[in-house]
């Protein structure tokens, strides 16, 4: 009668066991995590940083679409102060205006204004429009504008 009593013990003994996960096995699974992090994080650290740049790319060549559209109807660019926000709301000289072209004029990536200027400097028969980029000043390397896009 022993015999089975010791069987009973051995088997409720081993379905414990089988539960759950020693501390040696957790501890494994921490240390492979680690490892992973250790070799997944560097490389998407930097990014952030290239995102932005290429939503602000992308943003600019969206108003080029919407300026188009804008100076079809009207026969001009938006000129002035107003600039991009008359794609939003209708200006005095504009007669054929059948916008909004934009819901709202967005910011850039790096929370400042798109700057806007009609006639361009750069394109002096249209307009230019740029991001002053990461560092938020005008005229330095990392600007992000549709007369250097495709130098780039």
């Known amino acids: 009668m022993k015999t089975p009593t010791r069987h009973l ?26 490892v992973l992090a250790a070799i997944v994080v560097p490389k998407f650290a930097g990014r952030t940083e290239q995102a932005r740049q290429a939503a602000a790319k992308t943003q600019v060549s969206s108003f080029a679409t919407v300026l188009d559209a804008y100076e079809v109807d009207n026969g001009f660019y938006p000129k002035g102060k107003s600039g991009l926000n008359d794609l939003v709301q209708a200006s005095r000289d504009a007669k054929n205006w059948r916008g909004p072209y934009l819901k709202e004029v967005p910011k850039d990536p790096w929370g400042n204004d798109y700057v806007y200027e009609c006639p361009g400097k750069n394109n002096p028969t249209s307009y230019d429009v740029s991001s002053m980029g990461p560092d938020g000043q005008m005229g330095t390397e990392d600007d992000i504008n549709n007369w250097s896009s495709n130098k780039r």
């Open 9 to 34: 013990k051995l088997e409720t003994w081993n379905s414990r066991r089988s539960r759950g996960f020693t501390l040696i096995e957790l501890l494994l699974v921490l240390v492979i995590l680690g």
